[in-house]
C-alpha cells in the first residue's frame, strides 16, 4: 500500500509539474514575443524565465485545491462554509502568487526599468489589484477538475462494486443449483439401488453407488469456477447420465453430436445438468417404452449453442404461462449474470415429436490449466 501510495503521488506531481510548465512556457512565450514584435526593449531572457517561474505558486497550491474541491465540492448553494473557505484558499493563493512576481519584478528587473519599480508593498498590492480575475478563474478551473477526477473515482468505484456483487450473486447462483439438483433423482436412485440388490445384481448395485458418489463429489466441491470447459462439462453430464440408465436400463437411449474441437469451448458449469434433467423427468421418466436424448453443440458465426433434445410428450398448449422450473430458472438467470443480453435460452416442440432446450452464448475458447 505505501509503495502504490507513494507512486501515485509520483505521477500526479508529474502530472501537476507538466500543466502548469506547459502554462508557464505558454505565457512567457506569448509575452516575450508580443513585446518584441511591438518594438519593445526589455531583458528578454530574464523576462521569458520570470513568466515561466511565476507559475510556482500555483504549481505548489494545486494539492491544496485539489483536496479542497474533494472535501467542500461547490456544488451546491449552501452550507456557506464551503463558499468562504475557497474564496480564503483563492485570496491566499492569489497573495502568495503576487508577492512571488513583486519579489522577481524587484529583484531580477525583467522589463529594464531605468527606475526602480517602487517598494515591495506597493508592487504586491498592484500585481494583486491586476490579477484578481484571473485568480478566480485559475482556482475554480482546479476545483472543477478536482470534482471531476473525484466524481470519476466515485463512479469507478461503484462499477468495481457492482462487479463484485454481481460476480457474488453469480457464485451464490451457481451454489444453490448445485443444491438444487432433483432431490427425487437421488430418492429414486437409491430405491433403484435397493432393487438392484433384492434382484442380486450386487455389481451393478455398486457400480451405481460409485457413480452416484461420482457424481455428488462433483455437485458439492467448493469450486469458484463460474465457467468450465465444455469437454469437462460433458464428463459430468455423462456421469449423471450413467446413473440414469442404470435405472432405466434399455428405456433410456443416449446419442451425443459434439465434436471434438469443441470440447474447449467455455461453458457455465452445471449448464448441461438441469437440461438433461428435464429431459430425463419431463420426456423418459414419464413413458414406459422410455425415449431418447439426444445431446448437441455447433458454434457459428462466434456463437456457441448447445442443445438437449428428447422424443417424449410435446409440451401442452400455453405450456409458457405455466411456472418454470426451478432448475430452468436458474440456468436463465446464471446466462444473464454472465453474458447480460448476449445469449439465448429457447424451449420448444420438436416437429418430429418431443421437446428441445437450447442455450446461445458467445463462443470463448478455454485456456489450457496450469498444473501445480
Same mark, same amino acid.
Given at each position: 500500500?505505501? #509503495? ?5 503521488? @509520483? ?6 509539474? @507538466? ?11 506569448? #509575452? ?38 474533494r ?6 448553494l ?7 473557505v475557497h474564496?480564503v ?7 502568495i ?5 513583486a ?17 515591495? #508593498?506597493?508592487?504586491w ?13 485559475l ?22 462494486? #457492482?462487479?463484485?456483487?454481481n ?5 451464490? /447462483? ?17 430405491n ?10 450386487n ?5 451405481m ?5 461420482d ?6 466441491q467448493?469450486s469458484?469456477?463460474? /465457467?468450465?470447459?465444455?469437454g ?11 446413473? /440414469? ?5 434399455e ?16 461453458? !457455465? ?39 438437449v433434445?428428447?422424443?417424449? !410428450? ?12 426451478i432448475?430452468?430458472?436458474n440456468?436463465?438467470t446464471?446466462l444473464q ?8 435460452l429457447?424451449?420448444?416442440n ?9 442455450? @446461445? ?5 478455454a ?6
Amino acid at each position: 500500500m505505501d #509503495t502504490n501510495s507513494r507512486r501515485a503521488r @509520483s505521477h500526479r506531481w508529474i502530472w501537476i509539474v @507538466s500543466i502548469w510548465l506547459g502554462f508557464g512556457l505558454v505565457d512567457a512565450a506569448q #509575452t516575450v514575443f508580443v513585446m518584441r514584435g511591438e518594438g519593445m526593449h526589455h531583458a528578454w531572457g530574464r523576462l521569458f524565465w520570470t513568466c515561466v517561474a511565476g507559475w510556482i505558486p500555483w504549481a505548489l497550491a494545486t494539492p491544496l485545491g485539489l483536496w479542497l474541491g474533494r472535501r467542500f465540492p461547490p456544488v451546491k448553494l449552501r452550507p456557506v462554509r464551503t463558499w468562504v473557505v475557497h474564496l480564503v484558499a483563492c485570496a491566499g493563493v492569489g497573495l502568495i502568487f503576487s508577492a512571488f512576481m513583486a519579489w522577481m519584478d524587484i529583484a531580477f528587473n525583467p522589463y529594464a526599468r531605468h527606475s526602480p519599480a517602487g517598494s515591495f #508593498t506597493r508592487v504586491w498590492a498592484d500585481k494583486f489589484d491586476s490579477g484578481i480575475l484571473t485568480f478566480l478563474v485559475l482556482y475554480g478551473a482546479i476545483v472543477t477538475v478536482s470534482y471531476v477526477l473525484d466524481s470519476r473515482e466515485r463512479l469507478a468505484l461503484q462499477q468495481t462494486e #457492482t462487479a463484485r456483487l454481481n460476480e457474488m450473486l453469480s457464485k451464490a /447462483q451457481l451454489d444453490a443449483l448445485r443444491r438444487q439438483i432433483e432431490p427425487h433423482f437421488l430418492f429414486n436412485t437409491l430405491n433403484a439401488v435397493a432393487g438392484l440388490v433384492r434382484e442380486g445384481r450386487n455389481d451393478a448395485a455398486v457400480g451405481m453407488i460409485v457413480g452416484l458418489s461420482d457424481f455428488l463429489r462433483r455437485v458439492l466441491q467448493d469450486s469458484t469456477q463460474q /465457467q468450465v470447459p465444455l469437454g469437462e462439462e460433458m464428463e459430468f453430464a455423462q456421469k449423471y447420465l450413467d446413473i /440414469q440408465k442404470v435405472r432405466f436400463a434399455e428405456r433410456l437411449q443416449l446419442s451425443v453430436e459434439v465434436p471434438r474441437e469443441l470440447y474447449r469451448a467455455q461453458v !457455465p458449469s452445471l449448464i448441461l445438468q438441469p437440461m438433461v434433467e428435464n429431459a430425463v423427468k419431463h420426456g423418459i421418466a414419464k413413458r414406459a417404452q422410455g425415449g431418447a436424448i439426444r445431446i448437441a453443440a455447433s458454434h457459428r458465426n462466434g456463437v456457441l449453442t448447445l442443445s438437449v433434445c428428447n422424443d417424449g !410428450p410435446s409440451l401442452p398448449v400455453g405450456w409458457e404461462m405455466a411456472r418454470s422450473g426451478i432448475g430452468m430458472s436458474n440456468v436463465r438467470t446464471r446466462l444473464q449474470s454472465l453474458y447480460g443480453d448476449a445469449f439465448e435460452l429457447n424451449i420448444r416442440n420438436q416437429d418430429t415429436g418431443g421437446v428441445e432446450v437450447s442455450v @446461445s452464448m458467445p463462443f470463448a475458447v478455454a485456456m489450457p490449466r496450469r498444473e501445480g
